[in-house]
């Protein structure tokens, strides 16, 4: 498989106001990307992406005919479209309408307004949704390491999934919370368990008790994927717990891949 470039990019921007739409394809074509096909509201997007597709969707918050959720869960529940990465542009700051979007597995967030700094990342994240590039490890081959996967959103379990693949994760199960990976976990070995934080009936602080103070499980790796903040006190106490790594949502290929790389070198 060919490995796509910026330059091979056809992005779908989706942005109602006209001097965000230039400001936005102006900072994108300084990246070098591609093609931008650039529409103003839901609507218009569904139709472009129905009509010839899109490699990357970059889209604002807030049209008059609906949010960019609308047009994401649009997208991810569309089988041929699900893969398409999304990247949000948004001066939102409320954390309960950001998290919608992260649960939903996008590749990035940018403020309004961003650098290009900012805009850079964002676009790395997607392309690595887009190539696959197998991680290489020491003491495993990748495609025999049994990852479990552990969220309450199947749209978030869907990304990780992807994410995972792309590096060359073949064997991986997924659990909708935490009783659910228990029944797993006392079934069958797993070398990784990639989990949430917040879901219902058994959270992924209690899971990863479970998993560290367990003998038979207590040597496995945990990955918590969280979008609280690094350095908040719930975070401090999770660490406590013996998680080996925290990683933000979204779930950005680059940092994951580091982390496997280190938890499974080991």
Partial sequence: M???????????????????????????????????????????????????????????MY????????????IKNDPEMSSTPFMLVSSETKVSKLEEFKQAGIAAILPKPFQPVHLQRALKA??????EEEVELELFDIKEVRVLVVDDSKLARNHIRRVLENMGLTKIQEAENGAAALTLLKDQPFELVVTDYNMPEMDGRELSEYIRFTPATAHIPIIMVTSEAANSATMSNIQQTGV????????????????????LSD
């Fill in 2 to 60: 060919e490995t796509v470039t910026l330059s091979d990019l056809n992005i779908l921007l989706v942005e109602p106001s006209d001097t965000q739409r230039k400001i936005i394809s102006t900072l994108l074509l300084k990246e070098n990307v591609g093609e931008i096909d650039v529409v103003s509201n839901v609507a218009d997007a569904k139709t472009a992406l129905r009509s010839h597709g899109a490699d990357l969707v970059v889209s604002a």
């Fill in 63 to 74: 049209f008059e005919d609906g949010t960019g959720l609308d047009l994401l869960q649009h």
């Fill in 244 to 263: 080996n790594a925290l990683c933000d949502k979204p779930f950005e290929p680059q940092e994951v891949r580091r982390m496997l790389t280190a938890l």
């Fill in 126 to 131: 997607s392309l690595d949704l887009i190539n």
